[in-house]
């Protein structure tokens, strides 16, 4: 935490001061200024915190992220990070924008002792979770930043993945972490697989509808665009200045890895098989995600019946916000935060609604369209590392927007 010793306060009325009397010598000072003398320490301090926790993959960007957001948690601290290429390292070295924070150097995950560790945020690859979460000790709870236990039916891991699931026991035990719609599973779930950054931009405006039968669970059309961040840090020259600039890069065209996930939260909400037309775009920003969702009405509906279900569906949720009829969503409006904003709007082709939702990477924004729908959220803070800290303060009992709080930052 920041100390602040206050040495004197002296104000139009008086002054107090270091021994707690006050005067009023208004005619010593001038009556129109406000002096305050004080040291402050912005160094983060160590302090013991009642959870432990261990960030497996602390130099990307979602181990970083976790780092930042833990930094105001009053319950959580971390006493382990692990990156094999950076082990020996402070993550001030690595990430200069946390040279505050006083945390223990970097490790190789073969090196980490988890004895003085509760729980982990797993920040790992996809394919290289499985393994390392299946040596870990039963007694940890885990919350996995990989799709290695997105999918409950391995067969599709494989076919979507390109290999074979390694800890297909754990699987069964893996609970989908989607905060708003599973919370009570993740109350008492060991191990929860963090949803994908796209899949929880898709699934919540979703959801609610399907589940309700207020929408067609057929003919749905996605159109979701990511900042370059969602690619990870890793050195790709896809993702070099030059590729990326000054353009719009549309990738994973019908064979996106998110395409089974998104379809198995629809087809449990519908209770029957759903399937999608999912195609991502790469735009030429560091953070941010929006999806245009494009769906069918059910039958005598119109889009005002939709966004009455979603506002009544999140009220009383902190952290997804229905706009009111007409406002739309911009990926600005949730940058840094962990909110996601929805609305509706009707299409001009009657029978249909596009609905447009927006996150900050880590934060969503919904907006719903009839005929089009819009979805905005963070990519790093709703769409990775703050639903990870949301559903670790569900799984250990806190409220689960402790540490959350942050205001997006605009402009």
């Known amino acids: 935490m920041t100390s602040a010793t206050f040495s004197s306060i002296f104000s139009r009325t008086g002054c107090l001061r270091k021994d707690g009397v006050s ?33 497996l993959g602390a130099s990307g960007y979602t181990g970083s992220e976790i780092v930042r957001l833990l930094a105001n948690h009053p319950h959580f601290g ?31 995950i073969k ?15 996809h394919g290289t979770t499985q393994e390392i979460i299946k040596g870990l000790p039963r007694s940890l709870k885990i919350v996995d930043l990989s799709a290695d236990f997105r999918l409950r039916d391995i ?25 708003e719609i599973l919370r009570e599973e993740i109350k008492g779930a060991r191990l929860v697989a963090n949803p994908g950054c796209y899949p929880t931009s898709v699934q919540l405006p979703l959801v609610p509808l399907i589940k309700a039968n207020l929408i067609e669970p057929k003919n749905i059309i996605i159109d979701s665009k990511s900042g370059v961040s969602g690619a990870g840090r890793g050195a790709k ?47 030429p920003m560091s953070r941010g995600m929006q999806s245009t969702i494009y ?23 902190e952290f997804v916000v229905v706009l009111e009829e007409g406002a739309v969503p911009h990926t600005h409006n949730t940058r840094g935060s962990n909110y996601c904003f929805i609305n509706v709007f009707p299409d001009r082709i009657p029978g249909r609604a596009i609905i447009i939702s927006v996150v900050w990477f880590m934060f969503p924004v919904f907006v ?23 559903n670790l303060n569900v799984m250990m009992g806190f409220p689960e927007n402790t540490g959350l709080l942050y205001q997006p930052l605009f402009p």
């Open 237 to 283: 020259e896809a993702n070099l200045y030059t590729e990326i600039a000054e353009g719009i890069y549309s990738y994973g065209v019908t064979r996106h890895r998110h395409v089974p996930e998104i379809e198995q939260g629809l087809s449990d909400a519908a209770s029957s098989k759903v399937t999608v037309s999912f195609t991502p775009h790469l735009m």
């Open 368 to 390: 719903l369209k009839i005929s089009a729908s819009k979805f905005h959220i963070d990519n790093l803070v709703k769409g990775a590392s703050g639903q990870a800290l949301q």
């Open 295 to 317: 769906v069918e009405l059910a039958s005598g509906l119109n889009f005002k019946d939709l966004h009455q279900h979603l506002k009544l569906s999140y009220e009383d949720e």
């Open 111 to 125: 090196d980490a002792d988890f004895s003085d560790v509760d729980a982990v945020f797993c920040c790992l690859p």
């Open 155 to 179: 067969s599709e891991y494989e076919e979507w993945y390109g290999q074979v699931h390694r800890a297909p026991e754990l699987q069964k035990e893996a609970v989908y972490g989607l905060t």
């Open 23 to 55: 005067s009023s010598k208004a005619d010593t000072w001038n009556a129109k200024k406000v002096f305050v003398k004080c040291s402050v320490s912005t160094k983060t301090q160590k302090a013991e915190k009642e959870v432990r926790l261990g960030v």
């Open 78 to 108: 971390i006493t382990l990070m692990t990156a094999d290429r950076k082990a020996g390292q402070s993550i001030g070295s690595v990430f200069p924008h946390l040279v505050s924070q006083d945390l223990p150097k970097m490790v190789a």
